[in-house]
């Protein structure tokens, strides 16, 4: 086996639910590291006194295991192996191969003294019958790829190579471990997230739905990369592909929002990409209009449209997004009168408004930044996250913070 390494703060967010009895979900995009991490679980079991044959631990999408696509063949397999003896761990990979497999899931938990762990690379895993069977049973902990913090501690560099060079290649290459095998060679990375990038499309979304068409999957993908961070409606996605001309949806008319909101729908239970709605930050509600759309890694997105660094504030904008989702924020975007504030960010007993922008030089931007923020009327902590090394680190209470700074926080 290759060696493992590390994801602390992921591997620590298992051991904190150890032997709670409730299931332990790892979602993520295909190639983000859950298996490793199981793996990692694996050895801190047995470095921890469990005993071998107390660990069953399986991936389903091995050939090995190609008769136990039913539930009831998967359960009976599973429980011949169950000791009679002490807590037995089930670590479960890509278990959507399974029919029905959370059936023999709640009757592992009914039957033996187990404690269960299962990863799924798309979100039909939780899909609503699971959900109904396990509900309140489970525990979801949504992996994505390597943060900023990550990259640095993955990758080897020359002592000479400044933060910013590093974090340029982070903006560049993204975060997806296995690139770490390429050192930064740019053909060969962009070969590998093109073979995931593929089997993302063709076996967690064309494979599990029937009826869609791989040419208009490519075509909105695209179009979200090349909007990142911009507000879009399915509509208005609808509006600009048939004005494109290339997609028709019979006599000429308009490519309705509804398929592109379906289409939308299969790339986030994919989790390849997010979507966020908007919050009226005065009036306290979440509006149903118009939302935001960003990518899981930069990686893809440059492998599709070619790094471009005119792109920066998006691209800085979408880092901080998922930045905030690794902090386990609920992350909005905030609409304040007229004007938009990038992200509302929430947990049980805090709240952060933050704007990102590329620089904080020309006063014009700065006023531009600034405003939204005066514009709250509560006393929750408002930050400007920048590329600016300032001493200005605060305007009227409005922190101003080094990007990298924060992302190393």
């Given at each position: 086996?290759?060696?493992?390494?590390?994801?602390p703060?992921?591997l620590?967010?298992?051991?904190?639910?150890?032997?709670?009895?409730?299931?332990?979900i790892?979602?993520?995009?295909?190639?983000?590291?859950?298996?490793?991490l199981?793996?990692?679980?694996?050895?801190y079991?047995?470095?921890?006194?469990?005993?071998?044959?107390?660990?069953?631990?399986m991936?389903?999408?091995?050939?090995?295991?190609?008769?136990?696509?039913?539930?009831?063949t998967?359960?009976?397999?599973?429980?011949e192996?169950i000791?009679?003896a002490?807590?037995?761990y089930?670590?479960?990979?890509?278990?959507?191969?399974?029919?029905?497999?959370?059936k023999?899931?709640?009757?592992?938990?009914?039957d033996?003294d187990v404690?269960?762990?299962?990863?799924?690379?798309?979100?039909?895993?939780l899909?609503?019958?699971?959900?109904?069977?396990?509900?309140?049973?489970y525990?979801?902990?949504?992996?994505?790829?390597?943060?900023?913090?990550e990259?640095?501690?993955?990758?080897?560099?020359?002592?000479?190579?400044?933060?910013?060079?590093?974090?340029?290649r982070?903006l560049?290459?993204?975060g997806?471990?296995?690139l770490?095998?390429?050192?930064?060679n740019?053909?060969?990375?962009?070969q590998?997230l093109?073979?995931i990038y593929?089997?993302?499309v063709?076996r967690?979304?064309?494979?599990?739905?029937?009826?869609?068409?791989?040419?208009?999957?490519?075509?909105?993908?695209?179009f979200?990369?090349?909007?990142i961070?911009?507000?879009?409606?399915?509509?208005?996605?609808?509006?600009?592909?048939?004005?494109e001309?290339d997609?028709?949806?019979?006599?000429?008319k308009?490519?309705?929002?509804?398929?592109?909101?379906?289409?939308?729908?299969?790339?986030?239970?994919?989790?390849?990409?997010?979507?966020?709605?908007?919050?009226?930050?005065?009036?306290?509600?979440?509006l149903?209009?118009?939302?935001?759309?960003?990518?899981?890694?930069?990686?893809?997105?440059?492998?599709l449209?070619?790094?471009r660094d005119?792109?920066?504030?998006?691209?800085?904008?979408?880092?901080v997004?998922?930045?905030?989702?690794?902090?386990?924020y609920?992350?909005?975007?905030?609409?304040v009168?007229?004007?938009?504030v990038?992200?509302?960010?929430?947990?049980?007993?805090?709240?952060?408004?933050?704007?990102?922008?590329?620089?904080?030089q020309?006063?014009?931007?700065?006023?531009?930044e600034?405003?939204?923020?005066?514009?709250?009327?509560?006393?929750?902590?408002?930050?400007?996250?920048?590329?600016?090394?300032?001493y200005?680190?605060?305007?009227d209470?409005i922190?101003?913070?080094?990007l990298?700074?924060?992302?190393?926080?």
């Open positions: 086996m290759a060696e493992l390494i590390d994801r703060a992921y620590a967010q298992l051991i904190q639910h150890k032997d709670v009895d409730l299931v332990k790892v979602t993520g995009i295909r190639r983000c590291g859950k298996s490793s199981l793996d990692l679980f694996h050895q079991l047995s470095d921890h006194g469990v005993a071998e044959a107390n660990i069953i631990h991936n389903l999408e091995s050939l090995r295991y190609r008769n136990l696509s039913d539930y009831l998967f359960y009976d397999y599973v429980s192996r000791p009679k002490g807590k037995t089930l670590i479960f990979d890509e278990l959507q191969a399974v029919a029905h497999w959370e023999a899931i709640e009757s592992f938990r009914l033996f404690d269960i762990y299962i990863t799924g690379s798309n979100a039909y895993l899909s609503t019958e699971f959900s109904t069977l396990l509900s309140g049973r525990v979801e902990i949504r992996m994505l790829p390597l943060s900023f913090k990259f640095l501690t993955f990758y080897e560099f020359a002592p000479s190579v400044t933060v910013e060079e590093k974090f340029q982070y560049q290459f993204g997806m471990p296995i770490r095998e390429y050192q930064f740019e053909a060969r990375s962009n590998a093109e073979g593929s089997t993302v063709l967690d979304i064309l494979q599990r739905n029937g009826q869609a068409d791989q040419a208009m999957l490519q075509k909105i993908m695209l979200l990369c090349s909007n961070g911009s507000i879009t409606s399915p509509n208005s996605i609808g509006n600009v592909l048939s004005q001309g997609i028709q949806t019979g006599r000429g308009n490519v309705a929002g509804k398929t592109v909101e379906r289409y939308i729908s299969m790339l986030r239970s994919a989790y390849i990409f997010y979507s966020v709605s908007r919050y009226d930050v005065k009036g306290k509600q979440l149903k209009t118009l939302g935001k759309h960003y990518i899981v890694d930069m990686g893809f997105r440059n492998m449209l070619g790094y005119a792109d920066r504030g998006h691209i800085i904008e979408n880092i997004f998922l930045e905030l989702l690794r902090r386990d609920r992350v909005y975007i905030g609409k009168g007229e004007a938009e990038d992200f509302v960010a929430d947990k049980p007993n805090e709240k952060l408004y933050i704007q990102v922008t590329e620089s904080m020309s006063p014009e931007t700065r006023e531009r600034l405003r939204p923020l005066r514009m709250i009327p509560d006393n929750y902590e408002k930050i400007i996250l920048s590329m600016d090394r300032s200005i680190n605060s305007y209470g922190k101003s913070l080094y990298i700074d924060w992302l190393l926080a």
